[in-house]
């Protein structure tokens, strides 16, 4: 099969479970929300809200980390579909493994980079 500009997206299926697993994230999110709404608006959200600049104020309130830093690899892994770059590893710039890319839809580095990313020797 010939790559044309006029075919969709061939990560389509990796998008789609992003999207997906956003929502479910923002929905949980939503109900968290509402169920919490009491809560006073103190200093430790301040101090999350440094942490995580990428990401407002608003989702910092009860959101776990993982989740937070999960909402946010999902922001950037959009943006490089907008960039065109999705399914490249930001780090070596090798096509990540759709196998790879299917579990982990979000993930911005190849199987090689996130072994160095998890032992602390990426950059
Ligand atoms: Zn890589």
Redesign the pocket.
């Known amino acids: 099969m010939a790559r044309t500009k006029t075919k969709p997206n061939p990560y389509q299926p990796q998008i789609e479970a992003l999207r997906k697993k956003q929502n479910e994230l923002l929905d949980s999110f939503e109900r968290d929300k509402a169920a919490g709404n009491a809560l006073p608006d103190d200093g430790i959200q301040d101090l999350a809200d440094k942490a995580a600049s990428a990401y407002s104020k608003e989702l910092n309130f009860s959101l776990s980390d993982g989740e937070r830093n999960l909402l946010m690899l999902i922001d950037e892994a959009f943006n490089r579909v907008k960039e065109g770059n999705f399914g490249t590893?930001t780090?070596?710039g090798?096509v990540i493994g759709e196998k790879r890319l299917t579990a982990v839809p979000w993930s911005p580095?190849?199987i090689?980079?996130q072994e160095l990313q998890e032992k602390g020797l990426l950059a």
Do not use: G, I, V
Request: glycine share 0%; proline share 0%; aromatic share 12%.
């Open positions: 590893c780090n070596c090798n580095y190849c090689d980079c």
